[in-house]
């Protein structure tokens, strides 16, 4: 029998029954008049969750990643500066993105565990009078680490300087989990993928346009062909969509509005906490630096000197038919990650926590079965979930 298990990784989630539904259609003919209601229903939800009161909404077939290439070729162009933190895989992989588009990247490089350097983003911009910078980016959610960073912040550090860069966010494992305010955080382009909070498989990347961001998509010379958001506006959908997932988005935009946004953020933000407290009472940590910089998603677990926790990520799933995160780039081995968004409820929290532990044992850390357990038991008790729809 195939395992029934949900995943605890940050990220394909699991999905709802309802959702699977909603993708599985017969073969429609996009051309024909069927498919521009499904296709406005997905996007107006997106507007909604992104909390976007201005710009386009534009879907490509491919995953976040391929939303980073379209939020920089669509607005950038040869040699131009961009100013960015590294601190985790997803920072540095956007990084490493722009420097092979041929941008000229000023890199503040961070301890994994901290979020974007607002200060240090904040001086950056104040020297640069001369506005050379083009974009500034921030990962909202570093998935690697279990970090998040402020947003705002960065808006009110280039608001302060009156800085003309654009404000581009990746918000892969954050948004549609964790409160996202485009417009109110002036962000100019907003990047997500299908197969996070919005609770689909892989293959939709959901990019959010600012109108300012549209306006440099105009003088913009990096190359682009299929990430070109001109046809995309132009024509809606200019090769073959993904007209199931696109109606799966409709389905999960539908689904998230009908629970309520601020009860979504909720409740992962109750999910996190107790799966923060099981941390704490195995006498461990997460790797974020600070309270304040825990994310909601995701929390990447510092391990014990000795104990690989990549080799805890294989054991957990040969044994148990659990999957965890591993540990990425400089915390590889170091940490494992539990996922805690998207489709998950308190009791699956309690399974992932539970199994860990097992795991975490038999690997040889020193933890006390069931300890995590009751202390997130006994948070979720005193912490109860407001009534939701349930998920078909």
């Known amino acids: 029998m195939s395992s029934q298990n949900p995943v605890f990784i940050p990220g394909p989630t699991n999905i709802p ?13 996009h051309r024909s008049a069927a498919f521009p209601p499904l296709f406005e229903r997905a996007k107006t939800g997106v507007r909604k969750v992104l909390k976007m009161d201005e710009g ?38 956007w990084i490493d ?33 001369g506005h050379e910078i083009k974009a500034v980016l921030v990962t909202h959610n570093e998935t690697a680490t279990g970090v998040v960073s402020d947003v705002a912040a960065v808006r ?31 962000v100019d382009l907003a990047v997500t993928g299908s197969q996070k909070g919005f609770m689909l498989p892989v293959g939709l990347a959901v990019v959010g346009v600012s109108p300012k961001a549209l306006a440099a998509m105009e003088g ?49 933000r109750r999910i996190a906490e107790g799966v923060r407290a ?22 990447a677990i510092v391990l014990p000197e000795g104990v690989d926790g990549n080799a805890l990520v294989r054991h957990a799933a040969d044994a148990y038919h659990v999957a965890y995160g591993a540990g990425l780039g400089e915390v590889a081995g170091k940490v494992f990650r539990i996922g805690h968004l998207g489709m998950l409820t308190d009791v699956m929290a309690l399974l992932g926590i539970a199994t860990a532990e097992m795991a975490m044992a038999d690997m040889g850390v020193p933890v006390t079965l069931g300890s995590g357990v009751a202390a997130a038991q006994d948070y979720y008790r005193t912490n109860k979930a407001a009534p939701v729809q349930a998920a078909a």
């Open 17 to 29: 029954e309802s959702i699977r539904r909603a993708c599985d259609i017969p073969t429609m003919d």
């Open 56 to 93: 386009e909404v534009i879907l490509f077939p491919a995953s976040g990643t391929g939303g980073w290439e379209a939020a920089i070729t669509n607005t950038l162009s040869p040699g131009g500066k961009v100013l960015a933190a590294q601190h985790g895989m997803f920072s540095l992989k």
């Open 278 to 299: 099981a941390v704490a009472a195995w006498g461990l940590r997460p790797c974020a630096v600070s309270p304040a910089l825990y994310s909601d998603t995701v929390t």
């Open 97 to 129: 993105l722009c420097q092979r588009h041929g941008l000229d990247v000023e890199v503040v490089k961070c301890p994994w565990g901290e979020g974007a350097p607002v200060d240090r983003f904040a001086e950056i911009l104040a020297a640069d009078t």
């Open 156 to 186: 009110a550090a280039l608001d302060a300087v009156n800085h003309p860069a654009l404000l581009m966010v990746d918000g892969v494992s954050s948004i549609a989990s964790m409160d996202f305010r485009m417009t109110e955080w002036g």
């Open 220 to 268: 913009a010379k990096l190359s682009r062909c299929f990430f070109d958001f001109r046809d995309m506006l132009k024509l809606g959908t200019p090769y073959t969509p993904a007209v199931g997932l696109i109606n799966g988005l409709g389905a999960s935009c539908d689904m998230l509005l009908a629970e309520g946004l601020d009860n979504v953020f909720a409740r992962h």
